[in-house]
């Protein structure tokens, strides 16, 4: 086994990486933006931050993380400990939507968000290529929908041994 090879010492073979390092290795400088002079200023104009993507969609992550805070009060709910705890979680949840809640808010109108029909026909383009609907639903959605099943499953597995 490789443990007993390195508690050893005598099985690995030590190699020196200043002899084998390529001499000619030469890191390229980073390329600094071109600087502006003073009093220069750029104008920043607002993009739609998902430009293919439904509302209906961002309805369905909130109700999925609702289910569960929901799942998360059913199972642990009783104690002033629990309760404690189920409330933070559920001021998590509030400031985790409030934020792209926000950039949604300040986003400019001019363009047209896909109807939920024309989303599934589509699909989204993503950073690593073309998504069908439902990979993009199941990506979005997994997290939460994992996580109600599991404390679900463990509040259940607590009231049968309790």
């Known amino acids: 086994m490789r443990h007993e090879q390195i508690l050893a010492r005598d099985g690995i073979n030590e190699l020196d990486i200043a002899a084998v390092w390529p001499v000619t290795a030469q890191l390229a400088p980073f390329p600094l933006p071109d600087i502006a002079g003073p009093g220069v200023r750029h104008l920043q104009i607002a993009t739609q931050a998902m430009p293919d993507m439904p509302a209906a969609v961002g309805k369905f992550v909130v109700i999925a993380y609702a289910a569960l805070i929901a799942t998360l009060a059913f199972t642990a709910a009783g ?3 629990s309760n404690f705890m189920i409330a933070i ?5 509030v ?6 809640r926000i950039f949604l808010a300040v986003e400019p109108k001019d363009g047209i968000r896909p109807s939920f029909n024309q989303f ?3 699909g989204t383009k993503t950073l690593t290529g073309h998504n069908s609907a439902k990979a993009a639903l199941v990506q979005i959605l997994i997290l939460p929908v994992a996580l109600s099943v599991a404390v679900l499953a463990m509040g259940i597995a607590a009231a049968i041994i309790l």
């Open 120 to 122: 599934m026909a589509n």
């Open 95 to 100: 400031m985790f939507f409030s934020v792209p």
């Open 89 to 93: 979680a559920a001021l998590f949840v």
């Open 79 to 81: 104690t002033r400990e």
